[in-house]
């Protein structure tokens, strides 16, 4: 009969380590995960924050209503998308309406789009959190509205 730890004691080390190891990823959330520690290329915002995207529009991540993007690890025909409830401040207006990652959305003056989404989708971690999302958004004005107008001679 083993003492209490002689069992352990047996196992090698490098097994030991290779068992905690194969154990983390399960513990890991959104936030932790390698390479993806948020948005690359600009400042991001959470569920619940908000970003102003141009002098008079800001818009505020209320839920993830879906994502069904492509995991990172896998080719797809389709590389999915995500849909999130917002809420739209349009000069003193309040709206809420639902973005879609592949098709801008059409507000007064110009269209709002996701610029950056994180973290990336993989089949490798926990589900996305929904706390655990950042988003980036665009937001392009129509500066071609008077480009049709006759010019005054």
Request: aromatic share 6%.
């Amino acid at each position: 009969m083993l003492e209490d730890g002689a069992m352990l004691r047996q196992v090698p080390i490098i097994v030991q380590f290779c068992i905690v190891l194969a154990a983390l990823p399960a513990c890991s959330t959104a936030a932790d995960r390698p390479g993806v520690p948020g948005c690359r290329t600009m400042e991001c915002v959470g569920v619940g924050e908000t970003q102003q995207v141009w002098d008079n529009v800001s818009i505020t991540p209320v839920e993830v209503l879906e994502d069904s993007r492509c995991p990172i690890e896998a080719e797809c025909v389709w590389e999915g998308r995500v849909r999130l409830k917002a809420q739209i401040d349009l000069d003193d207006a309040v709206s809420y309406l639902t973005l879609d990652s592949d098709e801008p959305l059409r507000i007064s003056g110009g269209s709002l789009s996701f610029a950056e989404i994180a973290p990336d989708m993989s089949t490798a971690w926990a589900p996305i959190r929904q706390k655990d999302y950042r988003f980036g958004f665009r937001f392009a004005p129509d500066i071609m509205e008077d480009a049709d107008a006759p010019t005054e001679q």
